[in-house]
T-cell receptor, first 115, second 110 residues
Framework: NAGVTQTPKFRVLKTGQSMTLLCAQD?????MYWYRQDPGMGLRLIHY???????AKGEVPDGYNVSRLKKQNFLLGLESAAPSQTSVYFC??????????????FGPGTRLTVL | SQKIEQNSEALNIQEGKTATLTCNYT??????LQWYRQDPGRGPVFLLL?????KEKRKERLKVTFDTTLKQSLFHITASQPADSATYLC?????????FGAGTTVTVRA
């Protein structure tokens, strides 16, 4: 099993450009999450999905959109990138809600710089 | 508002000593709490989960306590080794989501 993978690993954008980050998991997990991590601020939830075809807003959703057309994939889009979106982005997945299935598995991260 | 606070200072300790990390929370009533380890340039990795009715949980050299009255969890690394150097994150269950603290960076000197 590859676990959770993220594409790309690094990206530099200019202000106003758009891009899509791809997250894929091969563990048949229902729940998927996108976080951003900034120095001193910990992981902040951007959007999440509780199943194929569903998405919901997290703590910091502005400027981002997501889609979960297939169970194994969760896409994060930036329509018009801003320097404030410079960050490291992590995707995570989780099997279910029960306490013994609650562990989140994280991808390796995407380092995004917006100039 | 809800808050999760971890030791703001980085922890530097000598090999063999015990590192103790603190996670305090406000305006949460979590059924359980998790601890994760994060190495530089990598995603967090799950370490331990402790339920609200458990006072203490152990896994090898790791020990976690959970005091719902104090709203606090303590994370101990005993007989620390340089390989334990990393950032440690606590996380609380919040509906479908986990909310994370900012993390405490531990450096173990040989």
């Amino acid at each position: 099993n590859a676990g959770v993978t993220q594409t790309p690993k690094f990206r530099v954008l200019k202000t106003g450009q758009s891009m899509t980050l791809l997250c894929a998991q091969d563990m048949n997990h229902e729940y998927m999450y996108w976080y951003r991590q900034d120095p001193g601020m910990g992981l902040r939830l951007i959007h999440y999905s509780v199943g194929e075809g569903t998405t919901a807003k997290g703590e910091v959703p502005d400027g981002y959109n997501v889609s979960r057309l297939k169970k194994q994939n969760f896409l994060l889009g930036l329509e018009s990138a801003a320097p404030s979106q410079t960050s490291v982005y992590f995707c995570a997945s989780r099997l279910g809600l029960a306490v013994n299935t609650d562990t989140q598995y994280f991808g390796p991260g995407t380092r995004l710089t917006v100039l | 508002s809800q808050k999760i606070e971890q030791n703001s200072e980085a922890l530097n300790i000598q090999e063999g000593k015990t590192a103790t990390l603190t996670c305090n929370y406000t305006n949460y009533s979590p059924a359980y709490l998790q601890w994760y380890r994060q190495d530089p340039g990598r995603g967090p990795v799950f370490l331990l989960l402790i339920r609200e009715n458990e006072k203490e949980k152990r896994k090898e050299r790791l020990k976690v306590t959970f005091d719902t009255t104090l709203k606090q969890s303590l994370f101990h690394i005993t007989a620390s080794q340089p390989a334990d150097s990393a950032t440690y994150l606590c996380a609380l269950v919040n509906d479908y989501k986990l909310s994370f603290g900012a993390g405490t960076t531990v450096t173990v000197r040989a």
